[in-house]
Nanobody, 126 residues
Framework: QVQLVESGGGLVQAGGSLRLSCAASGSIFSSYTMGWFRQAPGKEREFVAAITWNGGSTDYTASVKGRFTISRDNAKNTVYLQMNILKPEDTAVYYC???????????????????WGQGTQVTVSS
């Protein structure tokens, strides 16, 4: 079972940028497809982005396409989420997630992922 720890959240003004990091340990990181989800108060957890085990495929929810970029460094056991042109509606707790497998298909559902981090708060002020 992989353990995940997120970092990089914080308070930023609208239009600003943040880079989230998720450090993995306890298993072979390169065997996992990685994802980022977010949950705003009173809302369900939603898919943000995901990346396959070798970085060959990525997918994004429509509202972040062109603003967010997911990437990974398998040598550092870390996945990143670069967030640009942030909007107040991006405010949420952001969670890193992992699922074992080397499928070329990028999963998007919460139920597709087996391991989760504790989350990091991102707050975008208007």
């Amino acid at each position: 079972q992989v353990q995940l720890v997120e970092s990089g959240g914080g308070l930023v003004q609208a239009g600003g940028s943040l880079r989230l990091s998720c450090a993995a340990s306890g298993s072979i990181f390169s065997s996992y497809t990685m994802g980022w989800f977010r949950q705003a108060p009173g809302k369900e957890r939603e898919f943000v982005a995901a990346i396959t085990w070798n970085g060959g495929s990525t997918d994004y929810t429509a509202s972040v396409k062109g603003r967010f970029t997911i990437s990974r460094d398998n040598a550092k056991n870390t996945v990143y989420l670069q967030m640009n042109i942030l909007k107040p509606e991006d405010t949420a707790v952001y969670y890193c997630a992992a699922t074992l497998g080397k499928s070329p298909v990028v999963p998007r559902r919460v139920s597709d992922f087996r391991s989760w981090g504790q989350g990091t708060q991102v707050t975008v002020s208007s």
